[in-house]
Every structure is written in structure tokens, then in C-alpha cells.
């Protein structure tokens, strides 16, 4: 779908932080197999839009400047911000929209429920919106 994944060290590090959740295996692999490569951080200013962005977010939005590439965050304050630095922004939401319109996944609404029991949050009006692109409407 993307083919590699560039991924900053301070985002790996967020998310290897506990390193035995399972998530976090699944990540080591996708990094131990090439299918994410892990770039140094690039802490150069991303603009002064970014006062409250954790470290993960400033160094993914610097790469995905100096790449000129499309930059996936789900942070609200950080779409904002990289999508006023004129990036291409995308979400965990729109992967999977995207995955189920590659046929890659059958369906999106179990992801989301599994996501959102996860404690990732999403408004109501975005998982309506969300199923709606994905034509899975309610």
C-alpha cells in the first residue's frame, strides 16, 4: 500500500515503550523484516505552530518536510500543524479506509471497535464519517 514505512527513532521509541505488549512485537518485526526503516530524528524548527506537539509528532512532521512526503498523524494539534506546513496529512483511520479500498482488509467498523477499546479515541462524527468513505455506513 505505502511500500516502507520511514519511521523517526522518537516515534519508535513511543511506541516500543512498553516492549512487551504485543503491540510492540509486531512492530520490531515490521522493523526486523524492511518494512519500516527507522531514520534519526531531525529536531529542526517545523514552524511556530508547534508549542504543545510531543517529540514524535515534530520529528515525523520535519521528516515528512525535508522528504516532502505524506505524513501520517492522528494528533489533532498535529494535523493542523502539518497540514500548515502544506504536507499531505493521513491518519490511522484513513489507512484502513484506504486498506479496504485496496481490498486489503474486508471490513473497517471491527478495527475501529478494536482501536477505540484500546483507548485510541474517535468522535462519533468521525466514525460515521469514517464508515461512510469506507462504505460501511451504520
Same mark, same amino acid.
Given at each position: 500500500?505505502f511500500g516502507?514505512?520511514l *519511521?523517526p527513532?522518537?516515534? &519508535?521509541?513511543? #511506541?516500543?515503550?512498553?516492549?512487551? #505488549? +504485543?503491540?510492540?512485537k509486531?512492530?520490531?518485526q515490521?522493523r526486523?523484516? %524492511?518494512?519500516l526503516?527507522?531514520r534519526? $530524528?531531525? &529536531?529542526a /524548527?517545523?514552524g511556530d505552530n !508547534? +508549542?504543545a506537539?510531543g517529540?514524535?509528532?515534530l520529528?515525523?512532521i =520535519?521528516l515528512a @518536510?525535508?522528504?516532502n #512526503?505524506?505524513v &501520517?498523524? $492522528?494528533?489533532?494539534l498535529?494535523r =493542523?500543524?502539518?497540514?500548515s506546513?502544506d504536507l =499531505?496529512v493521513?491518519?490511522? /483511520? %484513513?489507512?484502513?479506509?484506504?486498506a479496504? @479500498?485496496?481490498?486489503?482488509i !474486508?471490513? *473497517?467498523?471491527?478495527l &475501529?471497535?478494536?482501536? @477505540?477499546?484500546s483507548?485510541y ?5 468521525? *466514525?460515521?464519517?469514517i464508515l461512510?468513505?469506507? %462504505?460501511? @455506513?451504520?
Open positions: 500500500m516502507t514505512l *519511521v527513532e522518537a516515534v &519508535l521509541s513511543e #511506541c516500543l515503550h512498553i516492549s512487551t #505488549c +504485543p503491540d510492540a509486531v512492530i520490531l515490521a526486523d523484516t %524492511g518494512l526503516e527507522i534519526s $530524528d531531525q &529536531l /524548527a517545523v !508547534s +508549542p506537539l517529540a514524535g509528532e520529528v515525523a =520535519r @518536510q525535508t522528504l #512526503c505524506l &501520517l498523524v $492522528d494528533d489533532k498535529a =493542523r500543524v502539518a497540514a506546513a =499531505r493521513i491518519g490511522t /483511520a %484513513g489507512v484502513l479506509v484506504m479496504k @479500498q485496496q481490498e486489503r !474486508s471490513a *473497517v467498523a471491527p &475501529l471497535h478494536i482501536l @477505540q477499546t483507548g479515541h474517535l468522535a462519533a462524527d468521525l *466514525v460515521e464519517r461512510q468513505l469506507a %462504505g460501511e @455506513q451504520k
